[in-house]
């Protein structure tokens, strides 16, 4: 068989299909709808814990001070006021025995005056109570 009998015989030409074309795959269309917020949800609150026996207090106008500081200068009594003052407390500066003591509580409960003292301790003021 020469190349021009193959060209000739077409039979062999039949039997062959082109594939077919892919169709590119289109989604669906997307429909969008706006989403309902979420309902809150309602929780209703713990039962409050039992309220606690109140903290005896001190009979006969002993209030109880919560000293953070001593200085002899006032200028260095403003200066350390300025920073308790920043870290949140109230500070009160009152001149005694020629010092300036800066308070930063009174109370008639020495359980309050050493809850306060404690909390000053934990910014770093070396606090102490007095009593008068």
């Given at each position: 068989?020469?190349?021009?009998d193959i060209?000739?015989?077409?039979?062999a030409?039949?039997?062959?299909?082109?594939?077919p074309?892919?169709?590119?795959?289109?989604p669906?269309e997307?429909?969008?709808?706006?989403?309902?917020p979420?309902?809150?949800v309602?929780?209703?609150p713990?039962?409050?814990?039992?309220?606690?026996k109140?903290?005896?207090?001190?009979?006969?106008?002993?209030m109880?001070?919560?000293?953070v500081?001593?200085?002899?200068?006032?200028?260095?009594?403003?200066?350390?006021?300025a920073?308790i003052k920043?870290?949140?407390f109230?500070v009160?500066?009152?001149?005694?025995?020629g010092?300036?003591?800066l308070?930063?509580?009174?109370?008639?409960s020495?359980?309050?005056?050493?809850?306060?003292m404690?909390k000053?301790?934990?910014?770093g003021?070396?606090?102490?109570?007095?009593?008068k």
């Amino acid at each position: 068989m020469s190349s021009q009998d193959i060209v000739k015989d077409e039979s062999a030409f039949t039997a062959y299909t082109k594939p077919p074309v892919q169709q590119a795959v289109v989604p669906p269309e997307v429909q969008y709808r706006p989403v309902e917020p979420p309902k809150p949800v309602v929780q209703t609150p713990p039962p409050a814990p039992p309220r606690a026996k109140p903290t005896p207090v001190a009979t006969g106008g002993t209030m109880y001070r919560v000293i953070v500081g001593n200085f002899d200068t006032k200028q260095e009594a403003q200066d350390i006021a300025a920073n308790i003052k920043a870290d949140g407390f109230p500070v009160y500066m009152y001149n005694a025995d020629g010092k300036y003591r800066l308070q930063i509580g009174s109370f008639k409960s020495k359980a309050l005056a050493t809850s306060l003292m404690n909390k000053a301790g934990e910014y770093g003021y070396n606090a102490f109570i007095s009593i008068k």
